[in-house]
């Protein structure tokens, strides 16, 4: 059954294809076709005969009407799946779309990466799968934020193996107010999500004593704490804006003690009674008089 490690995976790669391309093209030093064009891909394909074969993701790279490279991605916590599965997966895909096709696995269990990174016999003369494997011993443990930050796939996926190095989650974290990607948070809940108990704790103790929201359960709370009194206090500001203006426009003088009371002021019900009385004021203290009784 899929866990939340295999599904924030899964997500990840989904969010961010060239995730793929990357690791095999940079980490480990595949040739790929040079194309900026990366897809996903239906990741149930068939063997049009009876069944569907179904993968945790398909991308290709190249157009449409002529892929010039397939990928299929693979997230093994296990050795449940039989290693025949993914060279049958390469072969159809390969009939499928009749370009070359690369098999990545991710494992971050080193005994399931050392299972899939034998080579693959599949029962066909002459057909070998040799699926690559990104195991344990493969991500790197980034500590320095600037590179964390220019690869937050391979960051999260760093805090999930090498999470226990304080040095490497205070790298993520960092990497995270650094960066310009729009979906920086999501790199939070992918990290999180894989990651094991005690390496959740150490990201909670590190991302919370920062100002950057994270959407960890634990962090959710806090940081939806913060949301709604931030969005008090700027209701808050608002209104003692308009009481100003009000009394702006109708021409009474406003001296600075009077301002920084109203400006201090955080009840929104007392702000609000200031408001009605400033449109029909026909001197300051009417704003403040016994009826209103209240100080800000």
């Not at 995730?19 to 064009?37: C, H, Q, Y």
């Not at 093994?76 to 690369?102: E, F, H, N």
């Not at 080579?119 to 493969?138: F, H, K, M, N």
Request: a negative charge; aromatic letters at 6%; proline letters at 6%.
């Amino acid at each position: 059954m899929p866990s939340p490690r295999h599904d924030a995976l899964v997500k990840m790669f989904e969010h961010r294809p060239e995730l793929a391309v990357e690791i095999l093209r940079d980490l480990m030093g595949v040739e790929l076709p040079d194309t900026p064009l990366v897809r996903l891909e239906n990741t149930t394909f068939n063997t049009r005969r009876s069944d569907d074969i179904h993968a945790d993701m398909v991308l290709v790279l190249g157009p449409s009407q002529d892929p010039a490279h397939a990928i299929i991605v693979e997230i093994q916590q296990d050795k449940s799946k039989a290693p025949r599965q993914l060279a049958r997966y390469a072969a159809v895909l390969w009939l499928m779309l009749g370009c070359d096709v690369t098999v990545l696995v991710i494992c971050p269990d080193r005994a399931t990466a050392a299972y899939y990174a034998q080579p693959i016999e599949s029962g066909l003369t002459g057909y070998r799968l040799q699926a690559l494997v990104l195991g344990p011993d493969s991500i790197p443990a980034l500590t320095d934020p600037q590179e964390a930050a220019a690869h937050l796939g391979l960051a999260a996926m760093s805090v999930m193996v090498h999470g226990r190095d304080r040095k490497v989650v205070e790298a993520f974290a960092a990497a995270l107010t650094d960066t310009d990607d729009d979906h920086a948070l999501k790199y939070t809940e992918y990290a999180y999500s894989m990651a094991a108990p005690e390496v959740r704790r150490l990201m909670e103790e590190i991302m919370t004593s920062t100002d950057w929201p994270v959407y960890t359960p634990f962090a959710r709370e806090h940081f939806g704490r913060g949301l709604e009194q931030g969005k008090a206090e700027g209701k808050a500001e608002g209104e003692a804006r308009a009481v100003l203006l009000v009394l702006a426009a109708r021409g009474l003088d406003v001296p600075e003690d009077v301002r920084a009371r109203i400006i201090a002021c955080t009840d929104l019900a007392q702000l609000e009674t200031w408001t009605t009385r400033a449109a029909t004021a026909q001197a300051l203290e009417e704003l403040f008089d016994e009826a209103g009784g209240q100080q800000g």
